[in-house]
């Protein structure tokens, strides 16, 4: 999914002279997202993406909260909305990631016994 939106937003951004508005609905033009844009859950997702495309945000997208809430209650009521393989490379990339395991060693003074003598 991820790379089907940078693809799309790079289509968007290939002519540097358009208003924001213009590039983003450019970028929802895009024939890579066509499939997500048809569907129970098109429209979410076009609300979400154009919301994401326009914003001035310092965090990109975090004004936009309510358009993907939306999409993602869509896609929970119609888990087909979109096509699986596009679903699934997002699943697998999470599963890819390896879980590290921290061991936590306490400093040396931390083990002392309270009833040490301090040492002058």
Same mark, same amino acid.
């Not at 983003?24 to 033009?29: D, G």
């Not at 119609?78 to 596009?86: E, G, I, L, M, T």
């Not at 699943?91 to 309270?114: F, M, N």
């Given at each position: 999914?991820? $790379?089907?939106? =940078?693809?799309?937003?790079?289509?968007?951004?290939?002519?540097?002279?358009? $208003?924001?508005?213009?590039?983003?609905?450019? @970028?929802?033009? !895009? *024939? !890579? #997202? /066509?499939?997500?844009?048809?569907? *129970? !859950?098109?429209? /979410? +997702? $076009? %609300? @979400? +993406?154009? !919301?994401?495309?326009? $914003?001035? =945000?310092?965090?990109?997208?975090?004004?936009? &909260?309510? *358009? +993907? &809430?939306?999409?993602?209650?869509?896609?929970? #009521?119609?888990?087909? =909305? +979109?096509?699986?393989?596009?679903?699934?490379?997002?699943? =697998?990339? @999470? /599963? %890819?990631?390896? &879980? /590290?395991?921290?061991? #936590? #060693?306490? *400093?040396?003074?931390?083990?002392?016994? @309270?009833?040490?003598?301090?040492?002058?």
């Amino acid at each position: 999914m991820e $790379s089907l939106l =940078a693809e799309a937003t790079a289509y968007g951004n290939e002519d540097e002279n358009l $208003s924001p508005e213009a590039k983003a609905q450019k @970028a929802l033009e !895009c *024939p !890579c #997202i /066509q499939n997500l844009r048809t569907g *129970p !859950c098109g429209s /979410q +997702f $076009s %609300e @979400a +993406f154009l !919301c994401f495309m326009k $914003s001035n =945000a310092e965090e990109k997208g975090s004004d936009c &909260v309510n *358009p +993907f &809430v939306a999409l993602q209650k869509c896609i929970q #009521i119609n888990p087909n =909305a +979109f096509p699986s393989d596009v679903l699934e490379n997002d699943e =697998a990339e @999470a /599963q %890819e990631k390896p &879980v /590290q395991d921290y061991k #936590i #060693i306490p *400093p040396k003074w931390s083990l002392e016994t @309270a009833n040490a003598k301090p040492k002058l």
